[in-house]
Nanobody, 127 residues
Framework: QVQLVESGGGLVQAGGSLRLSCAAS????????MGWFRQAPGKEREFVAA???????YYGDSVKGRATISRDNAKNTVYLQMNSLKPEDTAVYYC?????????????????????WGQGTQVTVSS
């Protein structure tokens, strides 16, 4: 069982930056593939970024070039650095995890791939 807790959301002006954090419980954090998704009111959950346990990264088209996903296995934490924020980035951001062995061959861009989810953190970008 893995518990995920996001933090770092808030209100930021367009063009600004935020770093979201997701702290995970458990001793085997390094063996999990991690993802970030977001969901705006009335919209489906959207893929933002993912990071395999072996280091491969993936980004959604809407954030490519503006987002960086990283992890610190010693701190059981995954980060999402977002730059050049736009009002359309406003959403609740969710962290997700799936064991690397189970996630092998599965697309990390799909919410259904993941077994564990955090409660989300709100990001609001003002124009």
């Amino acid at each position: 069982q893995v518990q995920l807790v996001e933090s770092g959301g808030g209100l930021v002006q367009a063009g600004g930056s935020l770093r979201l954090s997701c702290a995970a419980s458990g001793r085997t954090f390094g063996s999990y593939n991690m993802g970030w998704f977001r969901q705006a009111p009335g919209k489906e959950r959207e893929f933002v970024a993912a990071l395999r346990s072996v280091g491969y990264t993936y980004y959604g088209d809407s954030v490519k070039g503006r987002a960086t996903i990283s992890r610190d296995n010693a701190k059981n934490t995954v980060y999402l650095q977002m730059n050049s924020l736009k009002p359309e980035d406003t959403a609740v951001y969710y962290c997700a995890a799936v064991a690397a062995g189970k996630g092998l061959g599965l697309s990390l861009t799909l919410p259904r791939t993941y077994d564990y989810w955090g409660q989300g953190t709100q990001v609001t970008v003002s124009s």
